[in-house]
Nanobody, 125 residues
């Protein structure tokens, strides 16, 4: 069983920045592929970014490429999502997820095995 706890959400103005954190339990965190997803009110859950076992293995949604950066610190069992140049359309609940079976997880949320409870990000104009 893997537990994921997100933090770092909040209210920020357009153009601002936030860093989300996701702390994971488990002894083999370095072998978890990790992803970030988001869900806005009334919309489906969307892929945001994923990172594999290696920090060099990353994947981003086109809508956040160049603005968001996913990273991980295996010593702290934590994955991060640095969000810069935030837009109102980035407003959503952000979830982290773990895929314990893939070296680099994909964009399909169905592939992930564990999910956090989510953290709210609100970007105001």
């Amino acid at each position: 069983q893997v537990q994921l706890v997100e933090s770092g959400g909040g209210l920020v103005q357009t153009g601002g920045s936030l860093r989300l954190s996701c702390a994971a339990s488990g002894r083999t965190f370095s072998r978890y592929g990790m992803g970030w997803f988001r869900q806005a009110p009334g919309k489906e859950r969307d892929f945001v970014a994923a990172i594999g076992w290696s920090d060099a293995l990353k994947n981003y949604a086109d809508s956040v490429k160049g603005r968001f950066t996913i990273s991980r610190d295996n010593a702290k069992n934590t994955v991060y999502l640095q969000m810069n140049s935030l837009k109102t359309e980035d407003t959503a609940v952000y979830y982290c997820a773990a895929d314990i079976n893939k070296r680099l997880p994909g964009r399909d949320g169905e592939e992930y095995d564990y999910w956090g409870q989510g953290t709210q990000v609100t970007v105001s104009s």
